[in-house]
């Protein structure tokens, strides 16, 4: 029981941040994608290759952990965003917006692990991948069947007990904006609030779905060491899903067949 519980708000967890942004009609731009998120029997798809030269793998013993897991900033359900599209910042505010564009803009790749609190409270654990633009993978720890995938154009959630993927286009993901190849927070999204404390810089992006609602991204960076450290996703009923990263490195090698979201028929059972 305590693992079903545990696997669905994984799930829950990522629809809140891929379904948070989606329009109720879609036009499939290809077999794959889905107008909605609908879950798909599919078979169990092969694991994903070993390292190579150096490469990472989702099984790659050089992604073992070497720090404990951070503690997760839960943000108050209580806090009053700003929602004034109007609103003004000021040079310092600015200063930090591009501060956070600036690193976001020079990151490529990004390997490291990841902590996850889903609105029940579930918290997961696993690895993950990025490379830029707009790939990439997460590794939920056992037993979690779960693996997150994007290819640069969509993105599936995968479960490997069930054999389902749902399949999600990107542009319409919140976490796009991670995966950008450049960004300037400023000009290229709705940034609704801008803080700074001794521990973290705080962007918080607003997107407005006319079908949806209103849902909200927070991305937090060290405001010592400039790295990302968390974001959290708000979605239109007010519930958080909040993703704390640590170990990062951003010179690893990552072995391209980690982003590949294979066609239904290449999978094989076994």
């Known amino acids: 029981m305590a693992e079903l519980l545990a696997i669905r708000g994984i799930r829950t967890g990522w629809a809140v941040l891929v ?3 989606l329009a109720n009609a879609v036009t499939p731009s290809s077999a794959q994608t889905v107008p909605t998120p609908n879950a798909q029997t599919v078979p169990i798809p092969k694991p994903a290759p070993r390292a ?3 490469q990472i793998s989702a099984s ?3 992604t073992t952990r070497t720090l404990p897991p951070p503690e997760p900033v839960i943000p108050d359900p209580r806090r009053n965003v700003p929602v004034n599209i109007f609103a003004t910042f000021d040079a310092n505010q600015k200063a930090q917006a591009a501060r956070v564009s600036s690193y976001l803009s020079s990151l490529q790749t990004l390997v490291g692990n990841f902590v996850q609190v889903g609105p029940d409270g579930t918290k997961t654990k696993g690895d993950f991948y990025i490379q830029k633009p707009g790939k990439v993978r997460f590794e939920y720890d ?5 693996a997150i995938i994007a290819d640069g154009s969509s993105l599936v959630v995968r ?3 069930l054999a389902t993927q749902d399949i999600y286009p990107l542009s319409q993901t919140p976490i796009r904006f991670l995966l950008s190849d450049r960004i300037d927070l400023m000009k290229d999204t709705n940034v609704v609030s801008v803080t700074a404390d001794d521990m973290f810089i705080s962007v918080t992006i607003e997107e407005k779905q006319a079908l949806i609602g209103t849902s909200r991204l927070m991305l937090m960076i060290g405001t010592k060491d ?5 974001w959290t996703v708000t979605d239109p009923q007010g519930y958080d899903t909040t993703v704390a990263v640590y170990n990062l490195d951003t ?3 990552v072995n391209p067949d980690l982003f590949k979201i294979d066609d239904f028929s290449t999978f094989s059972r076994g």
């Open 19 to 21: 379904a948070a942004s």
């Open 52 to 54: 190579r030269d150096k």
């Open 60 to 62: 790659d013993p050089a």
């Open 142 to 146: 056992a037993p979690s069947p779960i």
């Open 159 to 161: 479960d490997r007990k």
């Open 226 to 230: 400039g790295q990302l450290k968390q």
């Open 251 to 253: 010179t690893k090698k």
